[in-house]
T-cell receptor
């Protein structure tokens, strides 16, 4: 069975600082990978998805970027965080049956 | 933009009662899925229903889909305190290599013991 690892679980960062969130997948190869953000009490907003190494599609213009340096690694980054970047970030993988498997998430607070 | 919209936003029931949550969507879909999220955790897939299906069961879960009304419902029977969580519907477009789900804002279900 596949497993998605996300870290850290909680992160508090000052405005203007850089960000790097990492997601790795085990138990599958060539996964479609996704970064979602969830604001408090809201649904999930798709930020980025990737169908392969070096292939990134952005869904919304924002202060964030994503990279996929390896088949099972997906990284979410920012050079300078904004207050509005606060939220719960979730990495997910789509399996062949079309459903998503989610990591445990990172709660980011930008102060 | 949000595709699925759940109703109600919050639901509070007693243990043993049934819980019904609804989802409406706007565009044509290939499938509709329901996910559960415990507070501060990732989402867990519950059930998937395809556009050519009308009803599906999984344990205490029953999902219906009405494509003419662009709506779905999730019924949890004989609820338990452990069912307390947020429930999200998500719509899937036509199958493709760039498969993306669009999520609603969720229904917060509280089951009181």
């Amino acid at each position: 069975s596949q497993t998605i690892h996300q870290w850290p679980a909680t992160l508090v960062q000052p405005v203007g600082s850089p960000l790097s969130l990492e997601c790795t997948v085990e138990g599958t190869s060539n996964p479609n990978l996704y970064w979602y953000r969830q604001a408090a009490g809201r649904g999930l907003q798709l930020l980025f998805y990737s169908v392969g190494i070096g292939q990134i599609s952005s869904e919304v213009p924002q202060n964030l970027s994503a990279s996929r340096p390896q088949d099972r690694q997906f990284i979410l980054s920012s050079k300078k965080l904004l207050l509005s970047d606060s939220g719960f970030y979730l990495c997910a993988n789509a399996d062949t049956a079309e459903k998503l498997f989610f990591g445990s998430g990172t709660q980011l607070s930008v102060l | 933009s949000q595709q699925g919209e759940e109703d109600p936003q919050a639901l509070s029931i007693q243990e043993g009662e049934n819980a019904t949550m609804n989802c409406s969507y706007k565009t044509s879909i290939n499938n509709l899925q329901w996910y559960r999220q415990n507070s501060g955790r990732g989402l867990v897939h519950l059930i998937l229903i395809r556009s050519n299906e009308r009803e599906k069961h999984s344990g205490r879960l029953r999902v219906t889909l009405d494509t003419s009304k662009k709506s779905s419902s999730l019924l949890i029977t004989a609820s338990r305190a452990a069912d307390t969580a947020s429930y999200f519907c998500a719509t899937g477009p036509r199958r493709g290599s760039n498969y993306k789900l669009t999520f609603g804002k969720g229904t917060l279900l509280t089951v009181n013991p």
